[in-house]
């Protein structure tokens, strides 16, 4: 039994001071975005619409973006760590899912979010407004790339100068 907690305890610390050390290597930038997102939680930012998160997210940290949807220098998800505070930009995204016995379809044609929180590779919580089901203020969602069927996502990490990526 004493073999068994102690293997409990190695395997608890490993995995509290792996996240930790993710956590002390999201950017500064990421970080004051985040803050920023808490702060607007449940809120309606500008007109309401997705963009406008963004858009009031960035400007508030002083980050370099081309004021369409370049929100900063593109990451892969496929190779490059995502933080949160990195912006998401979907165009014609289908994402299919199930819970339970129930199926559900969402599409994103041109939609813009923020990582909130980085639950694993490819799963994450988002931060967005102006969905279904949210209306017009900011929400935290879950968005798991895994369930993605169609469509491109673009993830983009702020930056103080924009490079050519």
Not at 37 to 54: F, H, P, Y
Not at 58 to 63: E, G, K, P, S, T
Not at 130 to 158: A, E, M, Q
């Amino acid at each position: 039994m004493r073999t068994f907690k102690l293997i409990i305890f190695l395997i608890f610390s490993f995995f509290v001071v792996g996240n930790s050390s993710a956590q002390n290597n999201i950017p500064e930038l990421n970080k004051e975005i985040v803050k920023y997102v808490k702060s607007v939680k449940g809120k309606k930012v500008d007109r309401g619409e997705c963009w406008d998160l963004a858009n009031q997210a960035l400007i508030r940290v002083n980050a370099d973006w081309d004021k369409a949807y370049i929100y900063g220098n593109i990451v892969d998800p496929e190779t490059d760590q995502i933080f949160p505070g990195d912006l998401i930009q979907f165009e014609n995204v289908k994402v299919k899912y199930t819970e339970g016995n129930a199926t559900y379809t969402e599409f994103m044609t041109h939609h813009t979010a923020i990582v909130y929180k980085v639950i694993s590779k490819g799963i994450f919580e988002i931060a967005h407004q102006n969905t279904g089901s949210s209306g017009k203020k900011v929400v935290v969602g879950k968005l798991n790339l895994n369930h993605v069927v169609k469509g491109d996502i673009f993830f983009y990490r702020p930056t103080k100068k924009l490079g050519n990526n």
